[in-house]
């Protein structure tokens, strides 16, 4: 801090130490603390001429913080919280410590994340504060924030940032230099491998050098984030929960382009605004896409102008026209539009009545059962064990577009019909014509097709519960009447009581985890734990999960 008019240095040198902790209340809802303490501040009475300089080590102001998470910007283009923040005067106002009193206010933020990389943000607000009148700094109780940053995630442990903060006076705002101080920062972060530490460094200068703007600044530390198994579990559990959210919402977005077939006149010249769906435009162009992909190859490289249209390129070009959801709908669409057009039977096409896209369809028709009896690593393909036919997946899949290749795996969820009126069914587009059998019950027991039993020390779902698992989840999500069920995990008598308890907890819990990520409604599945047992006969046989109804 420096008075301009006699290049008196108030304030010459600043060094403090924080220490920050932050705690999730909720997913929504957390609280922070900062506490600084002051190790060096070489400051002069103002007041005084020719006061000499002195040093004290002292405490600052506390900060304490909520955030509200209104939107998670993993559901969501943008994220946006409400962050209240309030100051105790603990440092002293005398030794340019802190307020004369507490101080308030609050932030908006919002941010978005672009490929998974960059991250931009912006925040604004409020703060509250003494109003503060001396030489030519006139500030009145509230003042108004504004910031955006920007970050990189150069790998998955480095990351870079840099960001901007002004304050300015809310009775003259950006009047005065002297009153709306500017400063840009610049960092680097890293994480050191799993250990849960992280250390980061970086700096930078007041652009506007107003009373608290620094001619320059420096900054550095380290973090904590606890890595054992409870916060482990806590985040691995989170992240499924969001990729099971984003695919219901997936699926959610293509059944109501879906639906708009429905609703929307077949000619687009006979649309109507006001009296048909608001959402037909939107699905005439993405539908005139979809009419496009059986007749362009699915490989650009493989276009051939004299003989293909040259719209292909609005194919080729759908992850930089249209939204992830928008792709899968259109690929979605061409599907159902193949399978209510090209003959059941293949040897019953024929190219001069047909849709010239049936062959490409019933390759991917013929090829969709093989997903589930293929394991999906290729090298972990062995003949010996898996279908002959798998290579052929694996040849597809590497030729195939993601967003056509995720219209196969919905194909996929169920076998084909035989009737290709009923295709729509099996890619969970149509609600109602491919009716499926309640899970069996005996007693309040829920029978799966084999045993879900796992190896000696593992809760790692088998292949084959996995198979098991998959058919019980298409039943569930066929008949949503059906339950609620209860989840529950056994162990072996081999060990400790304990360690025996934690294994069959994280059976259950990975069971559950397994049923909700194949789209199974969470509020429709509990969990209880029992330890060891020995009511199912061998060791094998008493690592398991079963399932009964809920009473």
Not at 141 to 164: H, P, R, Y
Not at 390 to 401: R, S
Not at 474 to 495: H, M, S, T
Not at 509 to 530: F, M, N, P, S
């Amino acid at each position: 801090l420096d008075e301009k008019n006699t290049g008196r240095h108030i304030v010459s040198r600043y060094l403090a130490e924080h220490f920050y902790g932050a705690i999730g209340i909720t997913d929504w809802l957390s609280f922070g603390l900062e506490m600084p303490l002051i190790w060096q501040n070489r400051f002069t009475d103002p007041n005084v001429a020719g006061a000499p300089y002195q040093n004290k080590i002292d405490m600052g102001d506390p900060k304490f913080q909520f955030k509200v998470r209104l939107l998670d910007k993993a559901f969501n283009p943008v994220g946006v919280a409400i962050v209240p923040f309030a100051t105790a005067p603990l440092g002293r106002k005398s030794r340019f410590m802190g307020d004369s009193g507490v101080t308030g206010g609050g932030l908006v933020v919002v941010d978005t994340n672009i490929k998974n990389r960059l991250t931009l943000s912006l925040n604004a607000g409020a703060g509250y504060h003494q109003t503060i009148v001396w030489r030519n700094v006139d500030r009145n109780k509230l003042a108004i924030l504004i910031g955006a940053g920007a970050a990189v995630n150069a790998t998955d442990d480095l990351s870079f940032a840099v960001e901007a903060n002004v304050s300015t006076a809310s009775n003259h705002a950006f009047k005065t230099r002297v009153d709306s101080p500017a400063e840009v920062d610049a960092g680097v972060k890293y994480n050191i491998g799993k250990s849960g530490f992280q250390v980061f460094l970086g700096g930078g200068a007041g652009i506007v050098r107003g009373a608290g703007a620094p001619s320059y600044r420096g900054f550095g530390g380290f973090a904590y984030k606890s890595t054992n198994d409870r916060t482990i579990n806590l985040d691995e559990e989170r992240a499924k929960y969001k990729t099971v959210a984003l695919k219901e919402r997936q699926r959610q977005d293509i059944q109501r382009v879906i639906n708009l077939r429905d609703k929307c006149p077949t000619n687009p010249k006979d649309f109507k605004p006001g009296v048909d769906d608001e959402g037909c435009p939107k699905y005439y162009e993405l539908k005139e896409v979809a009419d496009l992909i059986p007749k362009c190859p699915t490989r650009p490289e493989d276009f051939n102008p004299a003989i293909h249209s040259a719209d292909c390129n609005k194919v080729y070009t759908l992850s930089d026209n249209f939204t992830a959801n928008d792709a899968s709908a259109v690929y979605a669409m061409s599907t159902v539009e193949l399978s209510e057009t090209c003959p059941a039977n293949p040897a019953d096409f024929n190219p001069k009545v047909n849709d010239m896209g049936c062959p490409k369809y019933y390759e991917l028709k013929d090829v969709a059962p093989l997903i589930a009896k293929c394991p999906a690593d290729p090298s972990k393909y062995n003949p010996k064990i898996h279908d002959e036919s798998c290579p052929k997946v694996y040849e597809l899949k590497d030729t195939y577009q993601e967003d056509n290749w995720m219209a196969i795996s919905r194909l996929a969820k169920r076998e084909a019909p035989a009737s290709s009126g009923d295709v729509p069914c099996a890619l969970g587009l149509v609600k109602g014509k491919c009716p499926i059998d309640e899970p069996a019950t005996h007693g309040s027991e829920v029978e799966t097709r084999v045993p879900i039993t796992f190896k000696f020390n593992s809760y790692e779902i088998t292949d084959e519960s996995a198979k098991a698992l998959g058919d019980l989840a298409e039943r569930l999500i066929a008949n949503p009447k059906f339950g609620p069920i209860v989840i529950e995990g056994y162990a072996d008598q081999v060990g400790t009581k304990v360690k025996n308890k934690v294994y069959s907890q994280k059976r259950a819990e990975a069971v559950k985890t397994y049923l909700e990520l194949h789209g199974v409604d969470v509020t429709r599945l509990q969990i209880k734990w029992y330890g060891p047992t020995s009511k199912f006969g061998s060791y094998p046989q008493n690592r398991r999960v079963i399932f009964t109804l809920q009473q």
